[in-house]
């Protein structure tokens, strides 16, 4: 049943509440509780981690629904291409070489050019016919983060600290010592990426249909497909730079966009980021309210637990609508 303007408003209007509210949640939680900042220090802090974690969020969400779209398939995700994988053997390679400690400066350069070189290497080899194959495309990039998990996995047992800083940071860590620029720079490539993905929405929309169907339709389908994973790459690829590989986010919020708005890229799009806003500045949230005896908990880790059940129960759902 389609929805009607009036409902996708509200739809989109409860989102982004949930999104606000987790907003307003991170600024108000510190160590001794729920509290506005005492001092403007303290709130420029909670606010430059609270803009790195929507950004996070958001970019992951819009990177989750152009790579479920490309590829025809609702449990793809940012990291099924090998992108994560990709930069976290570019940062630990990084790190063996230069002896820098792992964080978001050290770690940009190494983590983009790593994730970059990946998408180019699974976008050469899925080509087919001049067209990019959706099957190849899952197969190259499960393959390649299994083979780049696993050289990772050796090349830290050679770090200094037997990879305990990479381990951490390959969980999913939102740093604080992202600067503005970096996380400016991020929020606009993460802008004008859901820009260009909602003025094609309706290209999107018909390219999901069908290969066949959409060239019928006169759908430019290899454009779209290349505006899709250009798109997904740079996100995930941005996303990594300033806070690692976050899991579940990429896979669990179009979900949860789709189940409230319908398919229509437009609106999926907008309520996709606001999602992903809300569960990675909610879980960063929880982590600052819950630190553990070693420190905050990776934000990573927080998304996975929420995410993983999320899932399960969306999964289960939507068999049960079939069996009926």
């Known amino acids: 049943m389609s929805l009607t303007p009036r409902q996708i408003g509200l739809r989109l209007g409860l989102l982004l509440a949930l999104a606000g509210a987790a907003c307003l ?25 609270l803009a790195t974690g929507a950004v996070v969020g958001a ?33 630990t390679v990084w790190s063996l070489a230069t002896g820098a400690a792992i964080g978001v400066a050290a770690s940009a350069i190494p983590a983009l050019a790593g994730a970059m070189a990946v998408l180019g290497f ?3 080899l899925a080509q087919r016919r001049g067209l990019i194959d959706p099957v190849t495309m899952i197969l190259v990039g499960v393959i390649l983060a299994v083979l ?26 939102i740093s604080d010592d992202a600067s503005r620029p970096m996380v400016g720079g991020v929020w606009a490539v993460t802008l004008a990426v859901a820009g260009v993905s909602v003025w094609l929405g309706r290209l999107f929309d018909a390219a999901s249909l069908g290969e ?32 690692g590989p976050v899991g579940f986010v990429g896979l669990v919020c179009p979900h949860a966009a789709r189940l409230l708005l319908g398919p229509g890229h437009r609106v999926l799009i907008v309520g996709a980021a606001l999602a992903g806003i809300a569960l990675v500045v909610g879980a ?23 995410g993983g059940p999320v899932f399960l129960v969306m999964l289960l759902r939507a068999r049960r609508s079939d069996a009926a």
Do not use: H
């Open 25 to 49: 949640l991170r600024l108000l939680v510190g160590g001794g509780g729920l509290a506005w900042p005492e001092s403007g220090a303290i709130l420029e802090l909670r606010a430059a981690r």
């Open 148 to 173: 780049l998990g696993s050289v990772t996995a050796m090349v830290r047992t050679l770090l200094p600290d037997q990879g305990q800083s990479a381990a951490r940071w390959m969980m999913g860590v």
């Open 212 to 243: 066949d169907e959409a060239r019928s339709s006169g759908v430019p389908i290899g454009l779209v497909r290349v505006v899709q994973l250009i798109g997904a790459g740079v996100l995930t690829a941005g996303t990594i730079v300033l806070a």
């Open 284 to 306: 960063d949230a929880m982590v600052k309210a819950f630190p553990g005896p070693a420190g905050r908990i990776p934000v990573g880790i927080i998304t996975s637990l929420i």
């Open 122 to 124: 699974v976008w050469l």
């Open 59 to 91: 970019g992951l969400a819009i990177a989750g629904v152009l790579l479920q779209s490309l590829l025809r398939n609702p449990l793809a995700a940012p990291d099924l291409l090998g992108l994560s994988a990709g930069a976290g053997l570019a940062v």
